[in-house]
């Protein structure tokens, strides 16, 4: 089992960064395959973007390719979510998730994500 802790959340203007950091509690981190789903007022949570074990494959929903990226650090138990040229669209809150299962078989299924962070929230003002 693992917790999930987000932070870096805030409050941004069009065109800027933040990155978000999800730390992991627990000794297994690096059996997980870890994602970024994010969910905005009155829509569903939409998957972002995932990193397998080794932090050497990765892939995005169509939206964040090119502005985001997910890198981890196994012996920092912890996944970063570098945001750039962020827009009014990706305001959200933002939940780190893990998943036990093989990276092919994960993709951005929210069912396949075991456990959970509590969110941070994203505001990017126009």
């Known amino acids: 089992q693992v917790q999930l802790v987000e932070s870096g959340g805030g409050l941004v203007q069009a065109g800027g960064s933040l990155r978000l950091s999800c730390a992991a509690r627990?000794?297994?981190?690096?059996?997980?395959?870890m994602g970024w789903f994010r969910q905005a007022p009155g829509k569903e949570r939409e998957f972002v973007c995932a990193i397998n074990r080794s932090g050497y494959s990765t892939y995005y929903t169509d939206s964040v390719k090119g502005r985001f990226t997910i890198s981890r650090d196994n012996a920092k138990n912890t996944v970063y979510l570098q945001m750039n040229s962020l827009k009014p669209e990706d305001t959200a809150v933002y939940y780190c998730a893990a998943s036990p299962l093989p990276y092919s078989e994960v993709g951005g299924a929210r069912s396949r994500y075991d456990f959970w962070g509590q969110g941070t929230q994203v505001t990017v003002s126009s």
């Open positions: 627990g000794r297994t981190f690096s059996s997980y395959v």
